[in-house]
């Protein structure tokens, strides 16, 4: 079993990164050969801050790392060191029909009003995405509901490849079930995704954040005036509760029914302090490794070379059959 997974080095990791991804990756790499990447060259279909760009390469890797991603069992890197991912991108654009992105629905959110003016980076990037994971002949890939519709297209990709070159070139990767990433939402709003774009910091919980300011948030998040109820069916109407009951089974690897067996019956006014408590437990060791990570620019590049070298290692058999299956002659 071989993952491949990657994340955008966006900057202010919040709890939502930590729980709905990075908690799964360290999991992951117990089971399975991983490979994890920075996707900076998906950063780049639209506009960047150069230096803005390098620093949250750093700070992913920092967070990773910090997190329980062990670069001795994983190979952690980011794509601009591996050029072997753009070399397939071509030659898989050159193989992909256009219908296939216009389905796409991730650049029509994207893009909005503004397709016109958008990067055709923006468009092709699911191919990239696509050869992403099948340049390492991936047999596994962890997708969110977001994110089906891109494996979806990178089998299709590989097949039609496949058959086209009436060669078995690529492998066809399997989603990857596990356990249940969590899906946090909002602290001030249980109907919205907790994002770093929220222009309230109340909103989310940064990996940043001291206890205190843990602790203040979460007493601050939106809750209604009714007890936990015994039965999670019951809180199908109360979206923030049903979020900061989440939060809680997904920082105690438990299930959501099994922190109401445990707390039904109280009203937020216990259940709060008991979730600021259990957070400050389970954040404050990965803050304070991530602070300490973060200064240590010389280790961060050293675990991305390394990373780097041994991605390419694995890259370069699938590009070098791919090149042979379309007949491009290369020494």
């Not at 389905?103 to 092709?124: A, C, P, W």
Request: aromatic residues 6%; contains cysteine.
């Amino acid at each position: 079993m071989r993952t491949v997974s990657g994340i955008q080095p966006t900057g202010n990791l919040h709890l939502g990164n930590y729980l709905g991804a990075i908690k799964n990756w360290v999991k992951l790499q117990e089971e399975s050969e991983c490979l994890f990447f920075l996707a900076d060259l998906h950063a780049i279909t639209v506009p960047n801050d150069p230096a803005e760009l390098s620093d949250n390469c750093r700070n992913m890797v920092a967070a990773l790392v910090a997190a329980g991603v062990d670069t001795k069992k994983s190979i952690l890197f980011n794509q601009a060191r591996v050029p072997q991912h753009a070399e397939l991108a071509w030659m898989l654009i050159c193989n992909t029909p256009m219908g296939w992105l216009d389905r796409m629905t991730q650049f029509k959110e994207k893009s909005g009003k503004h397709k016109q003016r958008s990067s055709l980076g923006l468009y092709g990037y699911p191919v990239l995405q696509a050869a992403d994971v099948l340049i390492y002949q991936a047999t596994h890939v962890p997708v969110g509901e977001d994110q089906k519709q891109h494996l979806e297209l990178a089998r299709d990709i590989a097949a039609k490849f496949n058959n086209d070159t009436g060669q078995e070139v690529f492998t066809l990767p399997e989603p990857y079930i596990g356990a249940t990433a969590a899906r946090i939402m909002s602290l001030r709003d249980g109907a919205a995704k907790m994002s770093k774009s929220d222009p309230s910091d109340l909103s989310r919980i940064n990996m940043t954040d001291d206890d205190d300011t843990i602790a203040k948030k979460i007493k601050k998040a939106r809750t209604d005036a009714d007890p936990l109820p015994g039965k999670l069916e019951d809180m199908e109407a109360r979206a923030e509760a049903t979020n900061l009951v989440g939060i809680y089974a997904a920082l105690e690897d438990s299930s959501p029914q099994a922190v109401l067996d445990q707390h039904a019956g109280q009203g937020f006014g216990a259940f709060k302090p008991a979730l600021a408590d259990l957070a400050v437990s389970k954040l404050s060791p990965i803050r304070d490794r991530y602070e300490e990570l973060r200064e240590d620019k010389s280790t961060i590049d050293a675990i991305l070379r390394d990373g780097a070298e041994r991605a390419q290692a694995l890259a370069q058999p699938t590009v070098d059959k791919t090149y042979a299956a379309l007949g491009l002659l290369r020494d």
